[in-house]
Structure formats: structure tokens, C-alpha cells
């Protein structure tokens, strides 16, 4: 027979194995969104997407994003798919391009007498690999690979200069201007832009050099201006651009080089490109200076993204918001939340109006996406409902989103919402981003609406057959704990800490005469875990009557089988205890019970207790003390109550919370055993097991340095008996059979 150690235990209901300790939700992991800015960006912004985290998401390019693509796809006149050009340039080798045959971007070049620009590519290939600060794993001097490069600058200038392809020209003494920048050659570099690229922007080469030739830029004015311009239009240098943008220096002499409303545009996006306050009044002077800034978009949606963390996320998940322009003291976070809420869903009408009746020239996706979640936070559903009816997407998953997100604004909208009234199954079989998310949302409506028995229904399908790690969860929004933890990962664990037994088997109930269906069958697959956990329940509240015949309902297989390791940590006497009894075998565990087993030996037992009197009365009731004893945590039989139990878990939000960790019903029926015996013996027994029990529970009490009542009483009432009592380890066999 296994035992439980009380220092950490495996969280049963999780079914999950630790493997390098427990996992917290924090940071990125609690904001909560149902907008992914991913949707709207022209590529290289995804760094820069509103996050808890410094770089939201690792940019990576692609065909449809990469300007260089676009570039090569017009030396074919555009007769070759963006897919090939992007696989030749960044998917083949050097021996791949001498022999490929089927290759379109290859075949098309050849067809148009551009041989030279597969020669190209091979060179380009062939020096790919000091394109970098290399660090040598041979342990060779930085200066072997600038002898490299210096014979690679050398090779490129001089085909640069013997090519009469002006385009050709300026591809290679790209590469000799980016050898030169690795090996940290400032001259070289200025010197090369200088001749080869200064004026030109029309290939995206072009502004790389400039990329880099903004490196030596000393004036930090000058710099600030050109990236911010390089940055509107160069998507796969975004990151560095950044790191290369000094905020210190003040907006206005950077607005000064500003000869169009566009290049003031663009560099009021840098001072606010990580902005986490509100940043409104930004947005419309850019798109009053711009409206049609390639920015605005990012904007527009990073807006909307913080409303849903300042507002929806502390109200449907209770997670505090990750992310605020200035750091709030945890102390007196929760006290000003909701004034923080409210002050933020106005502002979120103002943003919402601004999109709805002047932002005209707003892209179409981002306009109606923006207000149907702001319609959300303002709980204005309707609005939401309407701008998503007339607008067709533009892209596969933002229709996809269209469908899901007007689901949740339907319920939004209902007074009274029901599932049945909703294409929910589309919903649920569906994968899609921020599924878990969408499903908690609609299941917090329903809850918070009455509906709790299809609350249920779709809670049991958020992180259905997912991993632990990286999963959606919600917090303990009332300040106590569940688990020892407060956030939940999956429906049975809130409903079981947040509802009644009386609640929860009225809903599931409901949901066992629906019948089988995608909706019902995770929960109803669960059946026999749900059943445990109302009769659990049912006994926390004192209703053993109830608990039983709720455990009646399941196999006698289910109380031996793994399903909450009751055959390891449920096999003692839970009726025998001692002076030091506790989660350790001991001489009386010559018997186990099932969790049912034990349900209907302690009503057996009280039972006979009304019937019974004198000593025959007071050795049933003690023996119902021990097992209401060891149904707390300190003792053998504490799974009859909980599925998980630390001795650092103790503000719990369970109905038998006190007694779990008070002993309240033990002590009761310890002082009824005193009593009912005339053996004095007995009677200083019970006062020394009703002391133990208060002992162990001290440090939950108010007067935690007082003395033990029962100790005391002890004491005054026993004084010839308390000293072997307290410090005899022997003596409890003798005072028990006392009675015999």
C-alpha cells in the first residue's frame, strides 16, 4: 500500500505528469484576445504585435511578404509564381540550380536570355555564408574570414563593373557593401552606397544598402528620419530598424527634415511603434497626415488588442491585464480595476467611433474586425453584428473568424441565448486560432446568464486533447484558492470549486437526456469522473444520504481502477486512529473500503449511534470521529473529499473548507463519545483525540498561541491522566479498551 506524502501531490483531475516541476500561467499566457494581428500585417511587424513579451512573435518572411521576391518575379515579367522565385533564391543549393530541368523560376530565366542572373545566384550562393559575424566553431582569427570577404568584395565589384544590367550591377555591389559591413569596414560601406545606391529605391536591395549604410550615420537626427522611412516600406529589416531608432531625440527635429505629409506620418509611427498607453490621438494624426499609411492598419488593430486586455480579460478569464503603460502595485491592482474598466470601455467608444464614422479610408478587413470586438467591449453585440453582415474578407481565416466571432456576438445579443439557437458544432469540430478562447467566451456568456448546464457542455471542450503546457486557463476571480493554484485549466475543476452539488447534478442531468452528440461527448465520455465528483460534493455539504446514492450509480470497477488512484491513496482504515496516526500505515489497516464503501459504513455508523447507548454508543461515535478525522487532511481517507491535497493548500473555496482543515466534525463527535461512556479512561481519551485534532488545526485559528481547550480541559477534569496521555506513546491501547 502506497502512501501520500504531504509536501507536494499529483494533481489528479490535471492528469499530468510534471516534468520539470509545475507550470504558472504568466505573462503572454493570460492575455486574453480573439483578434489576431497576424491578419492585416504586410510582413514584418509580427515583433512588434501588442504582447506581454518583448518580441510578440519571430518575423519570418515569406513569398507573399518579400519584396526581393517581387523584385526577381519582374526580370520574367511576372509569367513565374512568387513560390518558385521564392524556393530558388532561399530553398537551393548551388548544385540544385546547375541541375535543375523543372524548375519554373530556373527554366524562366533561361527562356529570357538572363543566364547572367543565374550566374548570379551561384555566386551569390557560393559567399552566402560569410554573410554573417561569424562565430568559427574552429576557433580560426575574425581575420581568416575577412581575407574571405575581402576576395569576395573583390570578385563582386568586378563583375558588378563588367555587367551593363543596371539591375545586375547594383546586385552585386549589394553583396560587396554587405561583405564589407560584416567585417565592420565603415568606409568601404558609406563608399559603396555612395556609388552604387544613393538616390535609388526602387529594388529592394536598394534600401538594404541603405540599411546598412545607416549604421555609420552619426547624426542621430539624420538617422532617425531615413528609418523611419526605411521602415514604412522594408518589412524584413523592421527589427533592426528599430534597434537602430534613438527615441531620446526629440519628435520635432526629426519632423523637421519632413518634407511630405507622409514622411511626418511615418515618423510619428516610430515614436509610437511600442506604445502601451492609449494612443489614439496618434492614430488619427497619422491618419490625417496619411490615410492610407502602410502602419495604420497595425495601429488600428494593437488598439484594439489592448482593449480586449484592459476589459475583456479581467471580465470573462479574471486575469488582471498583463500589460499597462505604467506599473500598478499588486496591492491596490484589484481595488482600482473596475475603475480602470470603466475608464477604458469609454475610451473604447471613442476608438470605436472614430473607426465607425471617420476613418472612411480605413482597410475594410481591419474597419469591421476592429468594431465587431469593440463592440464587445463596449457591450454594444449589435453593432458588431451589423458591420460583420455586409463585409466580405478578404482572406480565408478572417471568413472563418467572421463566422466563429459572430457567434459569440449572437449570444452577446440574446437576452435569453441557448446553443441550439447557434451553429455551435461548427464551432466546436473546427480548429482555428484562439479557439479555446472563443469557447470560453460563449460558455462565461451562458454562466453568467443562468445557463450553467451548457456552460458546462462547452467548458468541457476547452483544451480538449490538448497539452498542458501553453493552454488556455482563466483565474480564480474571488481571491481563494482551488488546487492551490488560482487559475483553472479545464470545466470540471471550476465547476467543481465554483458550484453546488445540487447545481452541478441538475446540469448534468440536463445534458445526460440530450443524449450523445459533438456537444455532450466530451462530458458524457467523462460520466463516471462526473458522478464521483457530485457525490464528493454532496458529502463536503453534509448530504451523505445524497452522496451515496450518487456513488451507487457507478461500477464497483470504477472505485479499483486509475482513474483518481484510489486503489494506492484510498486503502486504510479510515475508522482507526491513534495519538500520531496520520497519512502513514498503521496497526488498525487490516481493512480498506471503496470511497462508497467508506460513504455507507460512516451512515451505518451513525445510524447506530441513535440506537445505541452507554459505552456501545461512545465507541461507534469515536469511531466516527476517526473517520471524519481522516476524511481532513491530516488523515488516511482525505481523497474522500478532495482529488489533490498540500499542506500548503488550505483557502480553499470548498463548502467543507473549515472542517478540512479544522477538524470541526471530528471534534464534535470526539466530545459526543466523552459523553455517552462512563469509563473515565474514555472520557480523557476523547479529550486527548478532540486535542490532538485542535493542535494539528492550530494555525488556522484566530487564537493560534492559546492554549488547547481540549488539552486544558484535559488537564482540569483528568489530571492523573494527562501526562501519560500526552507523552506515553504506549498509552492508547490501554485507555481504548477501557471500554471492553
Not at 506581454?52 to 519570418?60: G, L, N, R, T
Not at 530553398?91 to 535543375?100: D, N, Q, R, T
Not at 479510515?574 to 498503521?586: I, L, R, V
Amino acid at each position: 500500500m502506497k502512501y501520500w506524502i504531504a509536501s507536494f501531490l499529483f494533481l489528479t483531475s490535471f492528469s499530468i505528469s510534471f516534468a520539470c516541476g509545475p507550470w504558472y500561467p504568466y505573462g503572454e499566457e493570460t492575455r486574453f484576445s480573439l483578434l489576431y494581428p497576424g491578419w492585416f500585417d504586410n510582413g514584418g511587424l509580427s515583433e512588434f504585435y501588442y504582447s506581454a513579451d518583448y518580441i510578440a512573435e519571430v518575423y519570418e518572411f515569406s513569398a507573399e511578404n518579400d519584396k526581393n521576391v517581387l523584385d526577381w518575379c519582374e526580370t520574367t515579367d511576372n509569367n513565374v509564381s512568387k513560390e518558385s522565385v521564392f524556393h530558388v533564391l532561399y530553398g537551393m543549393s548551388i548544385k540544385e540550380i546547375h541541375e535543375a530541368k523543372n524548375e519554373p523560376f530556373i527554366n524562366a530565366l533561361k527562356y529570357n536570355g538572363k543566364e547572367a542572373y543565374i550566374d548570379y545566384l551561384v555566386f551569390a550562393k557560393t559567399y552566402s555564408h560569410l554573410n554573417d559575424v561569424t562565430n568559427d566553431y574552429w576557433e580560426r582569427d575574425e581575420t581568416y574570414h575577412d581575407s574571405l570577404r575581402n576576395v569576395a568584395v573583390e570578385l563582386a565589384i568586378q563583375k558588378a563593373e563588367s555587367t551593363t544590367d543596371e539591375i545586375l550591377k547594383r546586385r552585386y555591389a549589394f553583396l560587396a557593401l554587405r561583405f564589407q559591413f560584416y567585417s565592420g569596414n565603415e568606409a568601404e560601406v558609406v563608399e559603396l552606397y555612395q556609388h552604387y545606391f544613393y538616390g535609388k529605391s526602387e529594388l529592394a536591395i536598394d534600401r538594404w544598402a541603405e540599411y546598412h549604410r545607416l549604421h555609420y550615420e552619426n547624426n542621430s537626427v539624420e538617422r532617425n528620419f531615413r528609418v523611419a522611412q526605411l521602415f514604412a516600406s522594408v518589412h524584413s529589416k523592421r527589427r533592426g530598424l528599430w534597434n537602430l531608432f534613438n527615441k531620446n531625440v526629440p519628435k520635432s527635429q526629426i519632423l523637421e527634415l519632413a518634407k511630405t505629409n507622409q514622411e511626418k506620418a511615418n515618423i510619428h509611427a516610430m515614436y509610437m511603434l511600442r506604445e502601451r498607453g492609449k494612443s489614439l490621438e496618434n492614430i488619427k494624426t497619422i491618419y490625417q497626415l496619411d490615410p492610407k499609411n502602410e502602419l495604420l492598419p497595425f495601429f488600428v488593430i494593437r488598439e484594439v488588442n489592448k482593449l480586449e486586455n484592459w476589459v475583456l480579460g479581467p471580465e470573462i478569464t479574471a486575469y488582471e491585464p498583463v500589460i499597462r503603460s505604467h506599473e500598478v502595485n499588486e496591492e491596490i491592482a484589484s481595488g482600482i480595476m473596475k475603475e480602470r474598466i470603466v475608464e477604458d470601455r469609454l475610451y473604447a467608444k471613442k476608438l470605436l467611433n472614430w473607426i465607425t464614422n471617420d476613418a472612411m479610408e480605413l482597410n475594410a478587413d481591419v474597419k469591421s474586425a476592429s468594431i465587431a470586438i469593440l463592440s464587445l467591449v463596449v457591450n454594444q453585440p449589435k453593432i458588431g453584428l451589423e458591420h460583420l453582415e455586409s463585409q466580405t474578407f478578404s482572406s480565408p481565416e478572417l471568413s472563418n473568424w467572421k463566422k466563429n466571432i459572430s457567434i459569440l456576438l449572437n449570444v452577446k445579443n440574446s437576452k435569453n441565448p441557448k446553443l441550439e439557437d447557434f451553429e455551435i458544432d461548427t464551432l466546436l469540430i473546427t480548429d482555428y486560432r484562439f479557439k479555446n478562447a472563443l469557447i470560453f467566451a460563449i460558455g462565461r456568456t451562458l454562466e453568467f446568464s443562468g445557463n450553467i448546464t451548457e456552460s458546462m457542455l462547452l467548458f468541457s471542450h476547452i483544451n480538449h486533447n490538448n497539452k498542458y503546457y501553453n493552454s488556455f486557463t482563466w483565474s480564480e476571480s474571488n481571491g481563494l484558492a482551488a488546487y492551490n493554484v488560482d487559475f483553472y485549466y479545464d470545466g470540471f475543476d471550476y465547476f467543481d470549486a465554483n458550484y453546488s452539488a445540487a447545481e452541478i447534478e441538475k446540469g448534468w442531468n440536463k445534458i445526460e437526456k440530450q443524449g450523445n452528440s459533438f456537444l455532450t461527448e466530451p462530458i458524457l465520455n467523462d460520466k463516471l469522473n462526473w458522478l464521483d465528483l457530485i457525490g464528493t460534493k454532496y458529502l463536503r455539504e453534509e448530504n451523505l444520504k445524497k452522496s451515496i446514492a450518487i456513488w451507487e450509480e457507478i461500477p464497483v470497477e470504477y472505485w479499483s481502477s486509475e482513474a483518481r488512484n484510489y486503489d494506492d491513496y484510498l486503502q486504510a482504515n479510515p475508522f482507526y486512529a491513534d495519538f500520531y496516526s496520520s497519512h502513514e500505515k498503521t496497526k488498525g489497516d487490516t481493512i480498506s473500503y471503496t470511497k462508497l464503501e467508506i460513504a455507507q459504513e460512516l451512515q451505518k455508523r451513525i445510524k447506530q449511534s441513535k440506537k445505541l447507548k452507554g459505552n456501545a454508543r461512545a465507541k461507534v461515535l469515536f469511531e466516527i470521529a476517526n473517520c471524519y478525522y481522516n476524511m481532513t487532511q491530516y488523515g488516511n481517507s482525505w481523497m474522500m473529499k478532495r482529488y489533490y491535497w498540500s499542506i500548503h493548500n488550505y483557502n480553499t473555496i470548498y463548502a467543507d473548507n473549515v472542517d478540512f482543515n479544522t477538524c470541526v466534525n471530528a471534534k464534535k463527535y470526539y466530545m459526543l463519545a466523552k459523553q455517552a461512556t462512563q469509563s473515565s479512561d474514555f472520557q480523557a481519551l476523547c479529550l486527548r483525540m478532540a486535542g490532538k485534532c485542535e493542535s494539528l488545526s492550530a494555525r488556522f485559528n484566530k487564537n493560534y498561541y492559546e492554549n488547547n481547550k481540549y488539552y486544558n480541559q484535559l488537564k482540569k477534569e483528568f489530571p492523573n491522566d494527562q501526562e501519560e496521555l500526552l507523552t506515553n506513546c504506549f498509552s492508547f491501547e490501554r485507555y481504548w479498551e477501557s471500554l471492553k
